[in-house]
């Protein structure tokens, strides 16, 4: 459920959350969105860090990735980043995101995708962007 078509749908539901001023939220979000996605993309691409159960010996993993590389994750970076912008905008979302958030970051060392720390950096990455496109 952390997948790209969850998120899209909340960028484009902004309006309904908050009204006329949603527009621009749903396009700030889209560009922090797609930042992200370089960013990511491009560590990945630098640092290369095997995921967890190719490396380890007794870590199954529970459902196919999208890449070989782990370090960070991009699920966890873009459910925090768009989590952490859809509740300044629209504080009434922070029961459902937040708990959704923390559910997908567990779920990519459950499910033997990521390290910990892949997490951790993803988040923080996340949070990060937000902060930055909030700013503007």
Do not use: N
């Not at 529970?62 to 890449?67: E, F, H, N, Q, V």
């Not at 009434?92 to 995708?113: C, D, E, H, T, W």
């Amino acid at each position: 459920m952390g997948d790209g078509p969850l998120w899209g749908l909340l960028i484009l539901s902004m309006p309904l959350w908050v009204g006329s001023g949603g527009y621009g939220a749903s396009i700030r979000m889209a560009i922090a969105g797609l930042v992200g996605l370089l960013i990511y993309k491009s560590l990945k691409a630098v640092l290369v860090r095997e995921r967890p159960f190719i490396g380890l010996i007794g870590i199954e993993c529970a459902m196919p990735p999208l890449d070989r590389y782990s370090f960070p994750s991009g699920h966890t970076l873009h459910a925090v980043l768009f989590a952490a912008m859809a509740i300044d905008y629209a504080p009434q979302l922070a029961p459902l995101l937040v708990p959704f958030a923390v559910l997908i970051a567990l779920s990519r060392v459950v499910l033997g995708l990521h390290y910990p720390t892949d997490v951790l950096v993803g988040a923080g990455l996340g949070a990060a962007i937000a902060r930055v496109a909030l700013a503007f």
